[in-house]
């Protein structure tokens, strides 16, 4: 007799537990939350959950509903969607750092930069400054060191526009 195992957001928060099953020849069944829920308020009269009537209502739902989605191992769309994160995620951090470099960059120059800011204009922009107190001096410091970040994400952001994944 083989088991049928019914996980409740099994893309989701079960996704784990849901992969680790199938991945060990195990039958694995989606529970979707709103089905689980509904189930719930019907057996009890409260949607409250606790393990007990939790386990409950999922089970039975996976029983009851036969259009649930059985789970099957993750494959090359997983791997495109972790991709595509990751250079979102590179794309958000190195926005954050562009704003952290501008704010730097107005403290050493009225206006700072004017127009998108690149490596290569910061290069430049930072060779005509001759600081002139310990805080410029700090503030300078600070600059070459988002610089150095900026380039390493640039450089992310090229490997992962390229189609490459991480090293």
Do not use: Y
Not at 56 to 83: F, K, N, Q, W
Not at 138 to 159: C, P, S, T, Y
């Amino acid at each position: 007799m083989s088991r049928t195992w019914a996980i409740e957001g099994a893309d989701r928060l079960g996704c784990l537990l849901s992969q680790q099953l199938v991945a060990a020849g195990e039958r694995v069944i989606d529970v979707p939350a709103t089905l689980a829920a509904r189930t719930r308020v019907l057996g009890t009269g409260r949607s409250n959950k606790n393990d007990a009537s939790d386990a409950r209502a999922v089970a039975l739902t996976a029983l009851r509903h036969h259009d649930v989605r059985e789970v099957r191992p993750l494959g090359h769309s997983e791997v495109l969607r972790l991709l595509a994160k990751r250079n979102t995620d590179i794309g958000d951090q190195r926005t954050r750092l562009v704003g952290r470099m501008h704010a730097l960059l107005v403290e050493l120059a009225p206006g700072g930069i004017a127009k998108e800011i690149n490596a290569s204009d910061i290069d430049a922009f930072l060779a005509r400054l001759a600081p002139s107190s310990p805080v410029e001096q700090i503030r300078f410091d600070l600059a070459v060191e988002l610089l150095d970040d900026m380039r390493r994400l640039d450089a992310q952001l090229k490997q992962s526009h390229n189609g490459s994944a991480p090293p």
